[in-house]
C-alpha cells in the first residue's frame, strides 16, 4: 500500500507545483517585477528532481505542463527545455541544501541598484526596513558576467552558502526560500526595498541598528 501511495503522492505534488509556479509567475509579470520572456522560477521535488521554468517562457503566460522537469542531478528529463540560466539554480541549490525554491528576476529598481556606483559589494542595500531583514538578510552583489557564462555560477556558488539572495551586476537578483512562496515574498521585498534605497539615496536616511538587525536574525531565520 505505501508503495502503491508514494509515487501519487510525489506526483500531486508535482502537479500542485506546476500549478502554483504558473499563478506565482503571472502575478509578477502582471505586476511589472518581470518583462518579455526575462525571469526564472524553480522548485525542488520530493524525489530529488526539479521543476523549472522554460527557456525563452514568458512567465505571464506558463503552461503548467510544459514546465521543464530536471532530475537529480540536474539534467533536462522532461516539459520544455529550460532556462538557459538553470545554472544559476543549480548553483543555489548546491550550496542550499535546504531551500525549496528561486526565483531570478531582471528586476527594474534591483537592476538599478546593482548599476550605482560606490554601493557596498557585501550588502547593496540597507536594512531600510524589518521585513527586508526578515526575508533577504545581507545582499552581495556578484560582478558582472556575460549571461550564461558557467562562471557566474561559479560566482554565486561562492556566496550562496551565506546568503539567501544574491544580486548579479548589472542583471538582476537570484533569491532562494524554503519553499515558493517563500521565495517570491523575499523576491518582492528585495524589489520594494531597493525601490525605498533609490528615493531615500541623499537623504542620509536611518537604517536599523546592527543591534536590531542581530536581533532579527536571531528571531527570524529564513532557511
Ligand atoms: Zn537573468
Same mark, same amino acid.
Given at each position: 500500500?505505501?508503495?502503491?501511495k &508514494?509515487?501519487s503522492?510525489?506526483?500531486?505534488?508535482?502537479?500542485?507545483?506546476?500549478?502554483?509556479?504558473?499563478?506565482?509567475?503571472?502575478?509578477?509579470?502582471?505586476r +511589472?517585477?518581470? !518583462?518579455?520572456?526575462?525571469? /526564472?522560477?524553480?522548485v525542488?521535488?520530493?524525489? %530529488?528532481?526539479?521543476? !523549472?521554468?522554460?527557456?525563452n517562457?514568458?512567465l505571464?503566460?506558463?503552461?503548467?505542463?510544459?514546465?521543464?522537469?530536471?532530475?537529480? /542531478? +540536474?539534467?533536462?528529463?522532461?516539459?520544455?527545455k #529550460?532556462?538557459? *540560466?538553470?545554472f544559476?539554480? !543549480?548553483?543555489?541549490? &548546491? *550550496?542550499?541544501?535546504?531551500? %525549496?525554491?528561486?526565483?531570478?528576476?531582471?528586476?527594474?529598481?534591483?537592476?538599478? =541598484?546593482?548599476?550605482?556606483p560606490?554601493?557596498?559589494?557585501?550588502?547593496?542595500?540597507?536594512?531600510?526596513?524589518?521585513?527586508?531583514?526578515?526575508?533577504?538578510?545581507?545582499?552581495?552583489?556578484?560582478?558582472?558576467?556575460?549571461? %550564461?557564462? #558557467?562562471?557566474?555560477g561559479?560566482?554565486v556558488?561562492g556566496?550562496?552558502?551565506?546568503?539567501?539572495?544574491?544580486?548579479? &551586476?548589472?542583471?538582476?537578483?537570484? =533569491?532562494?526560500?524554503? /519553499?515558493?512562496?517563500?521565495?517570491?515574498?523575499?523576491? *518582492?521585498?528585495?524589489? *520594494?526595498?531597493?525601490?525605498?534605497?533609490?528615493?531615500?539615496?541623499?537623504? /542620509? #536616511?536611518?537604517?536599523?541598528?546592527?543591534?536590531?538587525?542581530?536581533?532579527?536574525?536571531?528571531?527570524?531565520?529564513?532557511?
Amino acid at each position: 500500500m505505501s508503495d502503491h501511495k &508514494a509515487p501519487s503522492a510525489h506526483l500531486g505534488q508535482e502537479s500542485q507545483l506546476r500549478e502554483q509556479i504558473a499563478t506565482l509567475g503571472k502575478s509578477l509579470f502582471d505586476r +511589472g517585477l518581470t !518583462m518579455g520572456s526575462s525571469g /526564472n522560477i524553480s522548485v525542488r521535488l520530493d524525489d %530529488g528532481g526539479w521543476l !523549472m521554468t522554460p527557456t525563452n517562457a514568458c512567465l505571464g503566460r506558463l503552461d503548467p505542463g510544459s514546465i521543464s522537469r530536471l532530475d537529480v /542531478n +540536474g539534467d533536462w528529463q522532461g516539459g520544455d527545455k #529550460p532556462t538557459k *540560466e538553470h545554472f544559476l539554480h !543549480m548553483a543555489m541549490y &548546491a *550550496e542550499r541544501p535546504r531551500s %525549496g525554491a528561486i526565483v531570478h528576476l531582471h528586476s527594474t529598481h534591483s537592476v538599478a =541598484v546593482s548599476c550605482l556606483p560606490g554601493i557596498d559589494p557585501c550588502d547593496c542595500i540597507p536594512p531600510l526596513t524589518a521585513y527586508y531583514v526578515m526575508r533577504v538578510g545581507k545582499l552581495p552583489l556578484v560582478p558582472y558576467h556575460i549571461p %550564461g557564462d #558557467p562562471s557566474l555560477g561559479d560566482a554565486v556558488r561562492g556566496l550562496a552558502g551565506q546568503h539567501s539572495a544574491v544580486l548579479l &551586476a548589472n542583471h538582476g537578483p537570484v =533569491v532562494a526560500g524554503k /519553499n515558493l512562496e517563500a521565495a517570491v515574498y523575499a523576491t *518582492e521585498e528585495l524589489e *520594494e526595498t531597493a525601490k525605498l534605497f533609490l528615493m531615500l539615496r541623499g537623504e /542620509n #536616511p536611518r537604517a536599523l541598528t546592527p543591534e536590531q538587525v542581530a536581533e532579527l536574525e536571531a528571531r527570524f531565520p529564513r532557511d
